[in-house]
């Protein structure tokens, strides 16, 4: 199930290909994993870079998904 598209920054990023976005008006931060990019590959990204996303539910909890670099 996905939700409403968000926005939120880069936080972290792994040389494993996952990191994590801090989101707008939340206090938890959401994982993401670089198959979920669109428009920009893993190497392109760096903390601090805006995004916006959909968060999906997955059995680790929520995932970040259509990751894109606004």
């Not at 993401?32 to 601090?48: A, I, M, Q």
């Not at 996303?53 to 990751?67: D, I, L, Y």
């Amino acid at each position: 199930m996905t939700y409403n598209r968000m926005n939120g920054t880069i936080k972290s990023l792994t040389e494993k290909g996952f990191g994590f976005i801090s989101q707008e008006g939340q206090e938890k931060d959401v994982f993401f994993h670089s198959s979920s990019l669109v428009g920009v590959t893993f190497p392109e990204l760096h903390v601090g870079d805006a995004v916006s996303f959909e968060v999906e539910s997955s059995e680790k909890g929520p995932r970040a998904v259509n990751v894109k670099r606004v």
